[in-house]
């Protein structure tokens, strides 16, 4: 069994740092019957990566030893209209959409989930962590990993300084995430 | 040091170079300028690149390595930097330093590099039967200048100024007492520190300029060279200040910027 | 400080780095170059905090050179580069084996020829890394397909470059290096030193006995060796008689080759079957994903490459229907098998070949084994 998640943006949002920090606490902190997970995260480099767009892939696995790139995710994550244009039709009907409301103005046929993530964001004064914000909801919605695996790795992750702004961004996430799936 | 082949491979004699070479005074120079000084000579590397100055390290009784084409002063840096207790010493000629190590002789020089390298510049490449170097004369004639070289020479001393390092001399084969002393305070500088020697070449060079008598080599070294006091260099074009237009010799530098050895270990203590 | 045993998350790269250190890296120079600049990044930070030396050097010619001579004073010293990189480093590759100068060697392959697909993965250097330098010589190259591999193929290729006194060639590839997952540190990895030459005697630093490796006379001690890449006999001086370079040159080769059991690393699943993938880096795990949901299929893992693991390729082709090479080039390895197949009479060999700068997907493996 392995599971796919795909986060994607613009350049500077975060998106590789949501990635890495939801593979990082699945593989350091998170168990599954008592056994350890794997997660490899995986990212486009090059000019693609040097502003403009930007797309980050983890592959969750109870096995040691697998296809660690992501062709259609289980969960896509996305924070841009562009990006939402190019990764909107590599799904499949079970995928499930997660989007930042105020930053991607087009809605899918397939089920998804608003997230006023950059809203909540600039509320607490710093636009710059939508992602954390974004990465919080993902983790409510999706059940597939706890939380307080993703902080700890979160905490690992985040420059010296913002723990506890990521911290709180998280947290904020998962509220949203929780409104999101009660208004369903 | 009591002999000649105290430093020397006594059982590589004789020696592959020409009659008329300018490699044995340079290898005799470098015997009074080492022997005069308190160098241990188990801890002594000398590295060479590819050419007939070149060979010079195989037949000094040391450690010695003798690496590719143009490649000396890079694996100079990695030998000093690995162990800072070593004097490494680079013998190198025009090709190897002028052509295609060009660009490791610049970035060595800005680094400052902990080395002591004694450049043989002898306008010609040597070791493969005389084709043009980047020090051969404008309208010199070499295998591969048959029509006398279009192109103008580096000023190999010139450039390690520029560059950054710390010791810079260039004399002739036949400023037998000045070479010296310039070999002995390069040996004891710290950082890079640069001797070049114009040597006479009768074989690769002198034959197809007139010059093929060794006596007519050493004239012609005579004549063309200068000493920077009394060079006037203000109704000189720049290019000219070389080995083609006249052999600028003397001291060009010699100062104390740290060298890379010393930086790195400021690094390391954090200081 | 070297890494603690335990687990930890990383990116390839820097899992390599870990690697090196643990295998007691003390000299690293190297020049940019995508994707593998991230190792030269980590150890200029990593290094001097174990008191090693990292220096950036104006190209890669320079780089490997500056490792050559560290290696010469007695430090385990590495390069990291990619495909244009690896280019420029063969002249001194071939000098590296010439005179026997142990170094380790990082090529995180990229899409070529020439600059190719600078972020992105390809395996087209395996030829190129046995064969890129003229003359006839040996060199070892192990092929990680994992972080976790990159982390033990690391020391492994340390410790053959010292005791085979030999370049080692780490083939790893964009994807292996970029990709970031766990990796375990073991309590303690077996790390072995080259053999050093205690004496002191002038005239034959490069005397040796039947392991054909000579004793290395580590400059700066008084062994006042001489060191050429021109053909050179046990005194280390410049020779060119026939039989002073035969016996040289084919030394060189045989202190590998006869070593080829000692240094073949592989791993078989499914030994029964008789449909077999052989794969080696990134698209191993795309088998390993197939393997897991057709157990009928075998898969042979070539983690060294170079010497080519013989004796493993003929035990897969001994009993075996079909063999299916998959790598992402035009079919480099699979020549290889092809020859080594043919030997147990197995000449169904076929290759799946990528050269888009992707990785096979299990998909494609899956109907490449379905056609036939």
Redo the contacts between chains.
């Keep these: 069994m392995t599971i796919s998640v795909r986060f994607a943006g613009m350049g500077g949002q975060g998106i590789i740092f949501s990635g ?1 920090a939801l ?2 606490g699945v ?2 902190y998170e168990k599954r019957g008592g056994k ?1 997970l ?9 000019p693609e ?1 040097r502003g403009g767009s930007s797309k980050c892939d983890v592959k969750i696995s109870e ?1 040691e ?5 992501v ?1 259609i995710p289980d969960y896509l994550v996305l924070m841009s209209q562009p990006a939402y244009e190019r990764f909107i039709d590599v799904t499949n009907k079970d995928t499930v959409v997660v989007l930042d409301e105020d930053a991607v103005e087009s809605r899918p046929d397939i089920e998804y989930y608003d997230i006023a993530a950059t809203k909540k964001a600039e509320e607490i004064g710093k636009r710059i962590v939508a992602n954390v914000v974004m990465l919080g909801a993902f983790v409510e919605i999706s059940g597939i990993v706890s939380k307080k695996s993703i902080q700890k790795a979160l905490c690992d992750v985040a420059p010296k300084g913002t723990e506890s702004l990521n911290k709180k961004a998280f947290e904020l996430g998962t509220a949203l995430g929780k409104d999101a799936i009660n208004a369903d | 040091m009591e002999d000649f082949f105290d430093l020397y491979r006594k059982d590589r004699w004789p020696t592959i170079f020409c009659p008329g070479c300018g490699v044995g005074t340079v290898m005799n120079c470098f015997y009074r300028a080492f022997s005069e000084l308190d160098i241990d000579q188990d801890r002594v590397v000398f590295v060479s690149g590819v050419g007939c100055s070149s060979r010079i390290p195989g037949y000094i009784r040391a450690d010695s390595i003798h690496t590719t084409h143009g490649r000396a002063l890079a694996v100079a840096t990695g030998l000093s930097l690995s162990n800072p207790d070593l004097k490494v010493i680079v013998f190198t000629g025009d090709g190897d330093l002028g052509a295609i190590g060009g660009n490791h002789f610049i970035h060595s020089s800005r680094r400052n590099a902990d080395m002591t390298v004694f450049c043989i510049n002898n306008n010609i490449y040597g070791m493969t039967g005389g084709q043009a170097s980047t020090t051969t004369p404008h309208r010199a004639f070499s295998t591969t200048t048959p029509y006398g070289n279009m192109e103008f020479p580096f000023d190999l001393a010139e450039l390690a100024v520029t560059a950054g390092a710390n010791y810079v001399a260039r004399w002739t084969v036949r400023n037998v007492k000045e070479l010296i002393g310039s070999m002995r305070k390069a040996l004891v500088k710290n950082g890079f520190s640069f001797v070049e020697v114009a040597s006479p070449c009768p074989t690769g060079f002198g034959r197809r300029n007139k010059m093929g008598d060794p006596k007519q080599m050493y004239e012609w070294l005579k004549i063309k060279s200068v000493r920077k006091e009394k060079s006037e260099f203000w109704n000189m074009d720049p290019v000219d200040l070389n080995i083609s237009g006249q052999i600028t010799i003397g001291e060009f530098v010699d100062r104390n910027r740290p060298s890379l050895g010393s930086m790195l270990k400021s690094m390391m203590n954090n200081e | 400080m070297r890494l603690e045993a335990g687990t930890y998350f990383m990116q390839g790269n820097e899992a390599c780095v870990e690697g090196a250190i643990a295998a007691g890296l003390r000299f690293f120079a190297g020049y940019p170059i995508t994707p593998s600049t991230e190792i030269a990044e980590r150890l200029a930070e990593r290094l001097p905090e174990e008191g090693g030396i990292f220096i950036q050097m104006e190209d890669e010619i320079a780089s490997i050179s500056a490792v050559i001579g560290s290696s010469w004073v007695g430090a385990k010293a590495m390069t990291a580069t990619s495909g244009p990189g690896f280019s420029l480093m063969q002249e001194n590759i071939g000098y590296a084996a010439m005179t026997e100068t142990p170094l380790v060697i990082v090529n995180v392959m990229r899409g070529g020829p020439s600059t190719g697909l600078p972020t992105m993965p390809s395996q087209g250097d395996v030829m190129q890394a046995k064969y890129g330098s003229h003359g006839d010589y040996e060199i070892i190259a192990l092929a990680p397909a994992t972080v976790q591999d990159m982390f033990d193929l690391t020391i492994k290729a340390f410790n053959f470059s010292e005791i085979y006194r030999v370049p080692a060639i780490i083939l790893s590839d964009a994807e292996v290096g970029h990709m970031r997952g766990k990796f375990t540190v073991p309590k303690k990895s077996e790390v072995l030193e080259r053999r050093m030459r205690t004496d002191k005697v002038w005239h034959d630093g490069f005397a040796y006995d039947e392991s054909l490796v000579p004793r290395f006379p580590v400059f700066g001690r008084g062994f006042r060796v001489h060191v050429t890449g021109i053909s050179h006999d046990i005194a280390g001086y410049p020779r060119t008689d026939p039989e002073v370079h035969e016996e040289l040159v084919r030394r060189l080769s045989e202190k590998i080759i006869g070593n080829r059991d000692k240094i073949s690393l592989t791993d078989i699943y499914n030994e029964d079957s008789d449909r077999f993938i052989v794969t080696y880096g990134s698209p191993t795990l795309a088998a390993m994903e197939v393997i897991g949901n057709d157990p009928s299929i075998g898969l042979l893992q070539l983690k060294t490459l170079w010497p080519m693991p013989e004796e493993s390729i003929r035990h897969v082709a001994k009993n075996v229907k079909e063999i299916l090479v998959v790598e992402m080039n035009m079919g480099q390895v699979f020549k290889e098998v092809q020859r080594i197949a043919c030997l147990e009479g197995c000449e169904n060999v076929r290759l799946l070949s990528k050269v888009g700068g992707e990785v096979h997907t299990p998909q494609e493996i899956v109907h490449s084994l379905r056609r036939c």
């Excluded at chain 1, 794997?38 to 090059?46: P, R």
């Excluded at chain 1, 030893?65 to 790139?69: E, G, L, S």
């Design positions: 890495i593979a990082r593989s350091l350890d794997y997660a490899i995260q995986t990212q486009s480099y090059g990566a096995s030893n697998f296809y660690p790139f062709e």
